[in-house]
């Protein structure tokens, strides 16, 4: 699958999570990261790969009020014009899920950032997060996040939810100077904290999964697409009748190139744990049949890259008899995953989270976050990200 793969040292320092990454117009790659001092303090940090040197890394935000968490972490796009954005989260309450989601612009490549805004109207006391971005098209970012002003409880990340209340799935388009448009409702019952993902096709279109929530608890995958400025309807497209009272804390994954587009999500239907993944050879307009492509134990945190030749790379967190294992295997809509690769094993507890990759030609880079294994030094079981460089071979 691979014709090379080696490990580039990151500059986040010990105690650091949530990696998220981005490719830059010029083909380098922007990573923003999570570091920790102590127990309340904390920085949303930057900085840009080129090649296999790094820059020095800046500080977007550090403070005591920021809201860490190991499922909503801070996202990072790279727009045509050079802009570059992050969001990151800050308490907005006595509660630890009231919080606001903030996204802070770089104009001069990452070397400065701006102070942020605040993309949603609301400013209640509840949950703002799982946010996605991705260029508008016209210099700005179409952002989309879940928003807790219609949910009666904001302490049940993970638990068990009333019938009356629910998150929405709301948008809104950030310009590049920081002014907003107006906001707008795409879903007004999702699933509480699974990760959001959005990709914008070369004609314009923008695509948004994201796990959604019936009246019956049935929270499968749903998409709703961009096209002219005008959102559609929600429309549901994993068809796996996951029945769950509460969230699982697993978003799906997109990605496109051309008119293709892939999908990969996580579920337990029939309490039977499953990685899927589906191709659209339409800009996301239909999918083929989804086809299962773990090993039978996994996680879910998936990822995708869509590659130009049509073929695509999905990543997904799976234990195993040794411990936990990040995956990548190589897909086609035709012929499905072939072997995966494990990119890194941790034998204890499951510390992985969420692993991002982003592609350019030949070029993927993976992203994680794992705990310090025992090898006779110090520091042992602290939090640190790592990163793979990989190259593929592309058909065409």
Known sequence: MFLTREEIATPAALNSEGPSLATMPD??????????????RAAV?????????????????????????YADFPAVAALPDG???????????????????????????????SAGTVPHQDRSERQHGFLSMVSDGSGGITTMW?????????????????????????????????A?????????????CCQTSAVALDDGTILLAYRDRTKDEIRDISLVRQIGGKWSEPIEVSGDGWEISGCPVNGPAIDAHGSQVALVWFTAADDLPAVRMAFSDDRGVSFGEAKGIDLGAPFGGVDVVQLSD???????????????????????????????????????????????????????WIAWNETLQNTGGGNYGALV??????????TR
Not at 27 to 40: N, Q
Not at 341 to 347: G, I, K, M
Request: charged residues 20%; contains cysteine.
């Open 27 to 40: 083909g380098r790659v922007l990573m923003s990261w999570i570091e920790t001092d102590g127990p309340v």
């Open 45 to 69: 940090k930057t900085a840009v790969l080129e090649g296999s040197d790094w820059s020095e890394p800046v500080t977007v935000v550090e403070g005591d009020d920021l809201f860490i968490n």
């Open 83 to 113: 802009t570059l954005a992050t969001s990151w989260s800050r308490m907005s309450g006595d509660s630890y899920y009231a919080y606001d989601t903030v996204i802070s612009l770089s104009h001069d490549g990452g070397v400065t950032w």
């Open 146 to 178: 879940l928003d807790g002003q219609n949910y009666g409880t904001v302490d049940t990340q993970g638990g068990v939810e009333g019938d009356g209340d629910a998150m929405q799935l709301r948008a809104t388009t950030l310009s590049s100077n920081g």
């Open 180 to 192: 907003l448009t107006e906001e707008i409702l795409l879903d007004e019952r999702t699933c509480s």
């Open 310 to 364: 049509g073929s695509a790379l999905f990543s997904w967190v799976e234990q195993t008899a040794a411990g936990e294992t990040v995956l990548v295997c190589r897909a086609t809509p035709t012929e499905g995953c072939g072997t995966p690769a494990s990119l890194t094993l941790v034998r204890a507890g499951r510390t992985i989270g969420f692993p991002r990759m982003v592609a350019s030609g030949g070029n993927v």
């Open 385 to 394: 990200v790592r990163l793979v460089h990989a190259t593929v071979e592309l």
